[in-house]
C-alpha cells in the first residue's frame, strides 16, 4: 500500500507561482510513475502532468504547458509540481497520484490508470 501526501497548495495572486509536493511512503518510489491532476468545484477531474519512473519523459495538459514543471526525487521519495504564472482557472484542488511500473507517452496522463491517490490540496489563485 502506497500513502501520498500533498503539500505546497494556498491563495495567491494571478501571475505569481507555488510549488506543490507530494511525499510517498515505502521504498520503492523509483518504481512508480506519477501523476498531479485536479479537480475545480462542478467539474470533473482533469489531468495536469505526469512523470514516468524514469524520470525522463514528463507529460503535461495543453492548459499548463509551458507554465508547470514536474520534477521528482527518488532519495526523498517525493515528486513536486512547480507552477509559474498561475491563472485563476487554475483553482482546484490538485491531487497526487501513483502507479507502479513504466507509463508511457500520454497514457500517462490517463487518471483511470493510477492505483493510489492523496487527499489533495486547495490551490487558490485570485484575480
Known amino acids: 500500500q502506497v500513502q501520498l501526501v500533498e503539500s505546497g497548495g494556498g491563495l495567491v495572486q494571478a501571475g505569481g507561482s507555488l510549488r506543490l509536493s507530494c511525499a510517498a511512503s515505502g521504498r520503492t518510489f523509483s518504481m512508480y510513475s506519477m501523476g498531479w491532476f485536479r479537480q475545480a468545484p462542478g467539474k470533473e477531474r482533469e489531468s495536469v502532468a505526469a512523470l514516468n519512473s524514469r524520470g525522463d519523459s514528463p507529460y503535461y495538459a495543453d492548459s499548463v504547458k509551458g507554465r508547470f514543471t514536474i520534477s521528482r526525487d527518488n532519495a526523498k521519495n517525493t515528486v513536486y509540481l512547480q507552477m509559474n504564472s498561475l491563472k485563476p482557472e487554475d483553482t482546484a484542488v490538485y491531487y497526487c497520484?501513483?502507479?507502479?511500473?513504466?507509463?508511457?507517452?500520454?497514457?500517462?496522463?490517463?487518471?483511470?490508470?493510477?492505483?493510489?491517490w492523496g487527499q489533495g490540496t486547495q490551490v487558490t489563485v485570485s484575480s
Open positions: 497520484a501513483s502507479t507502479f511500473g513504466y507509463c508511457s507517452g500520454y497514457g500517462c496522463l490517463n487518471p483511470t490508470g493510477y492505483n493510489y
